[in-house]
T-cell receptor, first 113, second 112 residues
Framework: ETGVTQTPRHLVMGMTNKKSLKCEQH?????MYWYKQSAKKPLELMFV???????ENNSVPSRFSPECPNSSHLFLHLHTLQPEDSALYLC????????????FGPGTRLTVL | SQELEQSPQSLIVQEGKNLTINCTSS?????LYWYKQKYGEGLIFLMM?????EEKSHEKITAKLDEKKQQSSLHITASQPSHAGIYLC????????????FGKGTLLTVNP
């Protein structure tokens, strides 16, 4: 689904670095999501934004900080990450949060050294 | 919390063969999504099932929902190398309309 883009596609960072992941959706949706996908684990929902308001924070450590400046953009700010945070981070969007299909971006492959 | 178990975990088939992937829920299914993922990439939406007995098709892929069994099956007819990838099912727990729970996925390899 090319309607959701993510940058960068790959990121390698040290534990003391600060970086940000960016997601942009071109579908006119009102809800956006961050997911984490680790090897051999189910996809984990991290954050949900609906109309730029955070409606879900799924017990995510504070070293992950989301930001949703408008309904088309979503960021995930990263600082002092741990090696176990290495994973594929996926962004998704949907028309609303109510039983609407979620469309995913290509993901950012994050490696924390 | 709801859990989804997919079977098999991985599957290797010869091109042209039919195959079935199952997704079983530990709780009542209110909505069931099927996605396909190429390794290291995003999920591509395939179809969504909401009603018991519902069946949908997209090209050579058919999915069914059996509410009583709390299960969905994905069937691919005459598989092709382009069908290779990871198939994930996602479900809506009752009362939380956006908090999808996902299975671990089924890795499908299609040998030419």
């Amino acid at each position: 689904e090319t309607g959701v883009t993510q940058t960068p596609r790959h990121l390698v960072m040290g534990m003391t670095n600060k970086k940000s992941l960016k997601c942009e959706q071109h579908l006119g949706h009102n809800a956006m999501y961050w997911y984490k996908q680790s090897a051999k684990k189910p996809l984990e929902l991290m954050f949900v934004y609906s109309l730029e308001e955070r409606v879900e924070n799924n017990s995510v450590p504070s070293r992950f900080s989301p930001e949703c400046p408008n309904s088309s953009h979503l960021f995930l700010h990263l600082h002092t990450l741990q090696p176990e945070d290495s994973a594929l981070y996926l962004c998704a969007s949907s028309q609303r949060t109510a039983t609407d299909t979620q469309y995913f971006g290509p993901g950012t492959r994050l490696t924390v050294l | 919390s709801q859990e989804l178990e997919q079977s098999p975990q991985s599957l290797i088939v010869q091109e042209g063969k039919n195959l079935t992937i199952n997704c079983t829920s530990s709780k009542t299914l209110y909505g069931l999504y099927w996605y396909k993922q190429k390794y290291g990439e995003g999920l591509i939406f395939l179809m969504m099932l909401q009603k018991g007995g519902e069946e949908k098709s997209h090209e050579k892929i058919t999915a069914k929902l059996d509410e009583k069994k709390q299960q969905s099956s994905l069937h691919i007819t005459a598989s092709q190398p382009s069908h290779a990838g990871i198939y994930l099912c996602g479900a809506e727990p009752g009362g939380s309309n956006y908090k999808l729970t996902f299975g671990k996925g089924t890795l499908l390899t299609v040998n030419p």
